[in-house]
């Protein structure tokens, strides 16, 4: 039913590849996604990225970036494949807030760029891009919590790898990329690169997608200024450089474009609060699995859900609960109304969200205190700062280099690739910054 929509809804202009083919006439998008990618990497002179800076001056930037709400991870993601907010493709936080423990590509409800090119007969290529697993993607190394799980276990076994992954690709990276690795190496960024520049330098898929996540995990550990951060953001530099060298063996350089972005920014945090203490003390909260009302925390923010959507006695509770804090205790956050949540894309059944002030951090639990003390970088927040916004590069064919976007929306990414490509693709919430592609 998915494939038959994306037929209905897009009108591809003609490309085919054929055994042996002049690849010289076609044209190839690398999507390159640094989880908690920050401006700063390439704005500011103290961060050891000469790749990343290179490409910037060579190419376009913006200044900024805004993330979908919540500014996490899985959903930004799939904005950037869809070009549409959370409320029309469906994937709202990292995980199903409830029923299912982890997403899966038939939970998307719209159309993506993987469907797009493959319904042209091209090829595409997906690198630990989150809700890929079990997707159709001819080169397929899927973001899949299997491996977390296996990681905690302490399996020093890679061959589920061979399961998730496309048929026989795991095993042709193996021989030919990375070699045999520990479960701990599986999607470090360095393998990553390794495995993104063997695929791009044999395969030439026509739209690739890779995501490294090093950068998120040194910030949310450390903060937002730390060695441990650069020597991460050196190690993705490094991954890009041998990417630019497969791109040129690959004899496409003069037909790719490179896009580099991310889901979302991150600051430093002092304080975690948790809200559901105060549902717990009137009763309205006993466990996870047992509440009357509830907020789900998304990293930064939190998100309240009745158990029944109509118990308007209920939601009375929880604002009056909301009014009659302290003035310190309100000082905290802000309220996001729901009118507020549907114009951002959010989740339809959230009745309203706590953002949190900089530095406090939202947990989830009902128990213990309300406040404790908290180290680190934190994310999740409504993109209301400058922190929490990401970044944007742009390099090579189609673009009209030195173009300086003051700011870009995480959506805007989808037709943009779209557009290089050639194909008439439904995203209606992101748009096309003026002046960076050439006619």
Do not use: C
């Not at 990225?49 to 805004?66: F, N, W």
């Not at 945090?269 to 717990?280: E, G, I, R, S, T």
């Not at 996870?288 to 309240?304: D, E, I, Q």
């Amino acid at each position: 039913m998915k494939k038959l929509l994306i037929i209905l809804h897009l009108f591809i202009l003609p490309a085919t590849i054929a055994s042996g083919q002049d690849y010289s006439s076609e044209r190839y998008v690398i999507l390159i996604s640094i989880d908690g990618f920050r401006p700063a990497f390439y704005l500011d002179s103290g961060w050891s990225a000469p790749t990343l800076k290179r490409l910037m001056h060579e190419g376009v930037y913006a200044t900024g970036v805004k993330p979908v709400f919540p500014s996490v991870t899985y959903p930004n993601h799939v904005s950037m494949i869809t070009g549409v907010l959370p409320d029309k493709h469906g994937i709202f936080y990292n995980r199903p807030r409830m029923g299912q423990k982890r997403w899966n590509p038939t939970m998307i409800k719209s159309p993506t760029l993987f469907d797009a090119v493959q319904a042209t007969g091209r090829s595409s290529s997906a690198l630990f891009w989150p809700v890929t697993a079990g997707a159709s993607i001819q080169y397929n190394v899927p973001g899949s919590p299997r491996i977390r799980q296996m990681k905690a276990s302490g399996s020093k076994s890679t061959d589920f790898m061979n399961a998730i992954a496309s048929p026989g690709l795991w095993k042709e990276l193996e021989q030919n990329a990375i070699g045999k690795i520990a479960v701990a190496d599986v999607n470090s960024d360095m393998n990553t690169g390794r495995m993104a520049s063997y695929i791009i330098r044999t395969h030439k898929p026509t739209f690739t997608a890779i995501r490294f996540a090093g950068i998120d995990h040194a910030q949310h550990k450390v903060g937002i200024n730390n060695q441990s951060v650069d020597q991460a953001l050196r190690i993705i530099d490094q991954a890009l450089n041998e990417i630019l060298i497969a791109i040129d063996q690959a004899g496409i350089t003069n037909n790719t474009t490179l896009l580099i972005t991310g889901d979302h920014g991150f600051h430093d945090v002092n304080l975690a609060l948790a809200p559901n203490v105060w549902l717990k003390k009137k009763g309205l909260y006993k466990s996870s699995t047992r509440w009357k009302a509830k907020f789900y925390t998304s990293n930064g923010s939190a998100f309240l859900y009745l158990k029944d959507p109509n118990d308007e006695r209920t939601l009375r509770r929880v604002r009056k609960i909301l009014d009659d804090l302290s003035e310190e205790e309100k000082k905290m956050f802000r309220i996001i109304e729901r009118e507020e949540l549907q114009t951002l894309g959010a989740d339809a059944d959230a009745l309203l969200a706590l953002n949190p002030v900089q530095g406090i951090v939202l947990r989830q639990t009902g128990s213990g205190k309300l406040t404790r003390s908290a180290t680190g970088g934190a994310h999740g927040y409504f993109a209301d700062f400058p922190e929490i916004m990401t970044g944007f590069v742009g390099w090579g064919s189609g673009l009209n280099a030195g173009v300086i976007v003051p700011q870009m929306n995480v959506p805007d990414i989808a037709p943009i690739i779209a557009r290089l490509l050639g194909i008439d693709f439904p995203s209606e919430d992101g748009r096309v910054a003026d002046g960076i592609l050439k006619d």
